[in-house]
């Protein structure tokens, strides 16, 4: 299948974009909106009852389901006749070195997060995790650190890339290969060909859609928090509330700064703005991360690293598959691990896949020409690595300095997004207040680069959506919608319910596109197969060897099954 027939419109205001997938998609959001805005109550509470509702009937989906993405892309990348299939035309070369590369992985997949949750999470495992509910070590100690990074490289590990990878490799294999268009739909070709063109097409563009802008707000939430939290240690007042976490003003300020700038990169386009800042925001990372490295705790961070790696790997098949039940009863050591796992492992997991429509299809976009198995090891593997290193010495740090250097709480008592900043100026403000401010001003900057290149990445990526997987110069007059769009999303949930609210809405959004992506990995699995036995019989595998295939996405730079 070679040619997927997506009814876009001929002129006016849509010309080139299926109307189908773009109406209802901006109905669907602009609903939530009002709805957060003007009942924030009534809606906080049905969200609230819908999210718990998930979590307990669903946490075994979520996680059972991401399991069987890492396995399937290990899969991928062993099998040898898989792996070394192009993901475009034969011999066809990649776009971007290996440096723009990875640096565009890293920011539109987990820059942001690794700012608020490198220092946080290693710090709020080190609290509490599974084990401290269990007995098996005790909070805030030294025979509690190999289980908090267990749990740390769990949450931002290879499960989390292998979501990324699947929907990423799915749509750059029948894109690139096919010359189908670059949208979801077309990775279910093989399991439901050209009634993909109609209804059930459009209802799973629609819920791709969705849950990219839901799990973008997620992300942007975050990191609005933290961007609030940074603007104040640099001495811009009025930005936080009495409760300690962002104030409207502040929410609209950090909104209006980020938005602005990444409607202005998304209209320069992925191989311009997107490029430039991601490789930006790379060498400033370098920078930040080497100062954690050699004036943090060294030893410690070594120590986390590769300790932390082993015992991730060791444990990772069972922390994988193991599903904590609760037994009904309030305070019950069944009921705190099932509460405790619906908080963090199954959170995440619907965050990945809510997230997956945007960075799968982003690292699709800059990943043609390479292998099966260079997309799935440098998806998987690089970036993950990435993650541990942030962890280990920035976390490690934190850590270190809270058992050793006399932190007594500062680090640990602060907010998750303003755990960074502290632990710097308690670093540094002893030293030198100029540096510690100068430092502090590095990662407001840095930040604001990770959420400039997400938010640009996702507009970009939606529009491609809409346009039934058209990349081209048409697309240009919705970013500013969709710019306006996710700004008012983040905006309506965060003034109504701050950031839990996004994360409430983000997980419902995540269930319906977790029935998607699994179908999407069994029909990769079904293509890619089917593949290597034309290849083995010499039947052509890439629509322009294909006599009468004309591939309906080459245009965009696309192709098909």
Excluded at 46 to 70: D, G, H, K, P, R
Excluded at 182 to 191: A, K
Excluded at 490 to 513: E, H, R, W
Aim: proline share 3%.
């Amino acid at each position: 299948m070679t040619e997927l027939d997506i009814k876009t419109a001929d002129g006016g205001f849509y010309d080139g974009f299926s109307t189908s997938v773009a109406v209802p998609a901006k109905i669907i959001i602009s609903i939530l909106v009002v709805w957060a805005i003007f009942w924030p109550v009534q809606s906080g509470a049905v969200l609230n009852s819908m999210n718990a509702a998930i979590l307990e009937v669903f946490a075994s989906w979520y996680i059972w389901l991401v399991a069987f993405f890492v396995t399937v892309s290990v899969v991928l990348a062993l099998w040898p006749s898989a792996g070394r299939l192009n993901l475009g035309l034969e011999d066809e070369k990649p776009e971007f070195t290996y440096f723009s590369w990875f640096s565009m992985m890293f920011g539109a997949g987990i820059g942001v997060g690794m700012l608020t949750w490198a220092v946080a999470e290693p710090v709020s495992h080190f609290g509490s995790n599974p084990q401290t509910i269990m007995g098996l070590a005790t909070a805030k100690t030294e025979d509690n650190i190999r289980y908090a990074y267990q749990w740390s490289f769990l949450h931002w590990g290879f499960s989390a890339w292998a979501c990324y990878a699947i929907c990423g490799l799915s749509l750059a294999f029948f894109s690139y290969r096919r010359g189908l268009p670059l949208t979801i739909r077309s990775g279910l070709t093989p399991l439901f060909g050209q009634a993909l063109a109609g209804i059930l097409g459009h209802v799973i563009d629609v819920v791709a859609v969705v849950a990219t802008i839901l799990g973008v707000a997620q992300t942007l939430g975050f990191g609005v928090d933290q961007f609030v939290a940074g603007l104040t240690r640099i001495g811009i007042g009025g930005m936080v509330s009495a409760e300690g976490g962002a104030s409207t003003a502040g929410v609209i300020v950090a909104l209006l700064v980020i938005m602005g700038l990444s409607t202005l990169s998304a209209l320069s386009g992925v191989g311009k703005g997107i490029k430039w800042l991601s490789n930006l925001n790379m060498v400033l990372s370098i920078i930040l991360l080497g100062f954690f490295i050699i004036f943090g705790a060294t030893w410690f961070g070594f120590n986390a690293m590769f300790i932390g790696l082993w015992d991730y790997i060791i444990a990772l098949p069972g922390m994988s598959i193991n599903v904590f039940k609760s037994d009904g009863v309030e305070g019950s050591e069944a009921s705190l691990l099932a509460q405790w796992q619906g908080w963090w492992p199954v959170f995440y997991w619907a965050w990945w896949i809510a997230f997956a429509p945007f960075v799968g299809l982003f690292l699709a976009r800059i990943s043609r020409g390479r292998t099966i198995r260079e997309f799935v090891l440098g998806a998987l593997i690089v970036p993950a690595l990435m993650c541990f290193v942030w962890f280990a010495w920035a976390g490690g740090t934190a850590i270190d300095l809270e058992l050793n250097g006399g932190a007594n709480g500062v680090i640990y008592d602060a907010a998750n997004g303003d755990k960074i900043f502290a632990m710097t100026e308690f670093m540094l403000s002893p030293i030198s207040e100029a540096l510690s401010y100068g430092f502090t001003l590095l990662i407001v900057v840095l930040l604001l680069t990770f959420l400039v290149t997400s938010a640009d990445s996702a507009v970009l990526i939606v529009n491609t959506i809409n346009a039934a997987g058209d990349e081209g110069p048409k697309s240009r007059p919705h970013i500013l919608f969709w710019g306006a769009a996710l700004a008012l999303v983040v905006a309506g949930l965060l003034i109504s319910g701050g950031t839990s609210a996004i994360q409430t809405a983000m997980v419902i959004g995540a269930l319906p596109f977790s029935i998607v992506m699994a179908l999407m990995a069994v029909a990769l699995l079904k293509a890619i197969y089917n593949d290597t036995r034309r290849e083995k019989a010499g039947v052509p595998t890439t629509f322009d060897n294909i006599e009468g295939a004309t591939g309906n996405g080459l245009s965009s730079g696309l192709s098909s099954d």
